[in-house]
């Protein structure tokens, strides 16, 4: 079946330093690929989103491309913020028929002043 | 931005006891899901919901749950005889358009189901 495979957390970075939370995963067919948020005490939130294979996606200054030949969506900020400390789930959908998300575990991303 | 919501935050329930959990997905959107993330763990798919049936569901997904929509705006998840190990936070979302793999799901901020 469908999995997704997320690098463990926690990660501590200081505010301004470069951000990567590396992101695989094992699908049939061609997946559409995600990356949610969810900040404290709160729920989950599209971040970005690549449908096909060389897509980038991008919003608030983070970034994940498709690769399909390493099947991996790595997510990426080039100068992180103290407000970006949060959990953030890659997750797949689109294969096997339906809609439903397959999650990875999730990585804590801390950032400090 | 249109949201969606679930009621109640938090719900503490004796074992044995039935809980209905609400949520209301936004107003255009077709397709319903539920998911449960059980603490430390992660986001685990439930069931989805598309035209008054449901379309796809889960191992977890046993006799004991069931979903509806009883009018046109709410979409509940009832679970009839809590286990202990149903403690999870549960999470609804909805996405506009039906079936499309692409279309992003929109979560609500969850209930926290405590069994006592």
């Known amino acids: 079946g469908d999995s997704v495979t997320q690098m463990e957390g926690p990660v501590t970075l200081s505010e301004e330093a470069f951000l990567t939370i590396n992101c695989t995963y094992t699908?049939?067919?061609?997946?559409?690929l995600f990356w949610y948020v969810q900040y404290p005490g709160e729920g989950l939130q599209l971040l970005l989103k690549?449908?096909?294979?060389?897509d980038k996606g991008s919003n608030k200054g983070f970034e994940a491309t498709y690769r399909k030949e390493t099947t991996s969506f790595h997510l990426e900020k080039g100068s992180v913020q103290v407000s970006d400390s949060a959990v953030y789930f890659c997750?797949?959908?689109?294969?096997?028929?339906?809609?439903?998300?397959?999650f990875g575990t999730g990585t804590q991303l801390k950032v400090e002043l | 931005e249109p949201e969606v919501t679930q009621t109640p935050s938090h719900q503490v329930t004796q074992m044995g006891q039935e809980v209905i959990l609400r949520c209301v997905p936004i107003?255009?959107?077709?397709?319903f899901y539920w998911y449960r993330q059980i603490l430390g763990q992660k986001v685990e798919f439930l069931v989805s919901?598309?035209?008054?049936?449901?379309?796809?569901k889960s191992e977890i997904f046993d006799d004991q749950f069931s979903v509806e929509r009883p009018d046109g705006s709410n979409f509940t998840l009832k679970i009839r005889s809590t286990k202990l190990e149903d403690s999870a936070m549960y999470f609804c979302?909805?996405?506009?358009?039906?079936?499309?793999?692409?279309?992003?799901?929109?979560f609500g901020d969850g209930t926290r189901l405590s069994i006592l």
């Open positions: 979302a909805s996405s506009e358009r039906s079936g499309e793999s692409n279309q992003p799901q929109h």
């Open positions: 699908a049939t067919g061609y997946p559409s």
């Open positions: 690549a449908t096909k294979a060389d």
């Open positions: 997750a797949l959908s689109g294969t096997g028929g339906g809609n439903k998300l397959t």
């Open positions: 107003s255009n959107h077709l397709y």
């Open positions: 919901f598309y035209n008054n049936e449901i379309s796809e």
